[in-house]
């Protein structure tokens, strides 16, 4: 019987049909297209035809379509649904699928017949589009280490292998620790915390099995609770153990991972010529070297440090008036920053959240891309890997577009974070595909459920990047969406973001949880003047997390993570009272792949972007102006990666941007 993950899907718009997969069905079906694939390759290489576009580059593009249903997935599943089975095939796949990589990035006789088309290209009569997918494949290869030889060629296949063992290590490591520390609360440990705290605190101890609320290291309850909870002993011990993942001794401890990762990648990184990682990584990227990323981090640093240093004055001032002395800590900001808010913005989150729900901010994430880009979203009752899931069908003009799944809420099965995922990536080649597109996040799990203003960005900005695969419009596959470069594949997201602050969105959407009354016009008023309120925290938190991934990866790997962290801290002369937003031991950015590494920076670089961006429709005058929607969507949202990210950015707004109007959106310019 063939297995349902390599069988032809017969559901709606084929779509993976999750309830007839099962974890056992992964392995063998697994083994199955890597073996497929492998066949596809070799005959791609051993061709006796001379070296064509079509029969090497196209045949490339093409190949691989059973390990990528598999793959798509097994990894859907195994990032927001995990269980021992999924995470001991995560184990025992990415040593297999690194030695793959490895094998067609190593092989000789394809690379001959990609570096024959690439040195035949201008008599080719190629399109823009192949011109630069064939630009991108021989690159990669290059940069994969197809040109080495011998012990070279032999040392970087262990070392890609040994990189993806320690990646799959680190990320499981993380989640364990998140999975099972968790502080029960008695009745009285509740005092103090709004409602909507204390049922995300019962549901979450209904979930552990505990006899009654507890706090777990989930971000959408952990900082809401360090937010509202007067018992600074029990936020000291709640932090401690959010600061500690992945640093607690033992078998999920990540600090001797990370050290091994650096070294990898530096050597990595020599074996193809280059000085260090980061000038490796960044040459592909919009910034292009280390110190063009360090000018800018830089920029934003000092007043950023200085705005953070200022308001933990004031927050030290509020600690000592409520009888306690000493300095301000690191789980004292939240609670203090809050009771700032309320002081000085009448804004107190508890009465906010309310205003917040779920269901009414996807409608509002929904409504702006009709309004943009003219979409429209039909639900669909179709199986899905968790009875949290929901599906929609994306439409234009009657047309079908997209699907679009959402997975909105925390469960100990599900690693931390939000992301966006293409579990089928728009292509025309070698037959058109429609995308199917999932945000993942974790939102704390209420009847009804109820955001943060900070949950509610995070919603939009993942539903960003879902419109730059659903509104895709290329060939190629490996150009498709958000195959950008890393410091610009932010940017769509980003952008979107600003949209939630549009008063006339949130008079819309932000409607009463239980009376269903529009959000108060002072209120509304208040949340965006708050917009860039504790701006300086938010700002030195991400900051400097950039700068150590940075300081990391240029230069010689530091045989001690944690020694060269702390100097970078001291170096910059980092708030006491602030952490890290991602300190090295569970810096998944960075250590669960190299996505990110080198590369974390590129959420700020692409922001120096979207607030360039948005305020071209501001100059517009409408968020909702029609010539710079289409604008945006030729240009950026439907082009993905088929030009240089630059040009692109160019082509939306005649120019480049400078780092004032970032400056400005953050509150930050002097």
Sequence with gaps: MTSALLSDWTTPFEIAPFDAIRDEDFAPAFETALAAHKDEIVKISENPDAPSFANTVEALEAAGEALDKVLSVFYTVAGADSNPAREALQREFSPKLAAHSSEISSNKALFARIAAVWEARDS????DEQQRVLMLTHRGFVRGGAALEGAQDARMKEIKSRLAVLGTQFTQNLLADEREWFMELSEDDLEGLPDFVVASARAAGEEKGAAGPVVTLSRSLITPFLQFSPRRDLRETAFAAWAARGANGGETDNRAIAAETLALREERAQLLGYANFAAFKLETEMAKTPDAVRDLLMAVWEPAKAQANADAEVLTEMMHADGINGSLEAWDWHYYAEKRRKAEHDLDEATLKPYLQLDRMIEASFA??????????????????HEDCRAWEVTRGGEHVAVFIGDYFARGSKRSGAWCSAMRSQAKFPKVQGPVVINVCNFAKSDPALLSYDDARTLFHEFGHALHQMLSNVTYESISGTSVARDFVELPSQLYEHWLEVPEVLQEFATHAETGEAMPKEMLDTVLEAANFNMGFATVEYVSSALVDLA?????????????QAEVLAGLGMPPAIVMRHATPHFAHVFAGDGYSSGYYSYMWSEVMDADAFAAFEEAGSAFDPERAKALETHILSTGGSVEADELYKRFRG?????EALLKGRGLAA
């Design 552 to 564: 990391f990866h240029d230069g010689a790997a530091p045989a001690d993570p944690m020694a060269k």
């Design 655 to 659: 120019r480049l941007p400078g780092v």
């Design 368 to 385: 702006c891309a009709t309004r943009l880009f003219g979409l429209e979203f039909k639900p669909l009752d179709v199986p899905l890997y």
């Design 124 to 127: 080719l009569e190629l399109t």
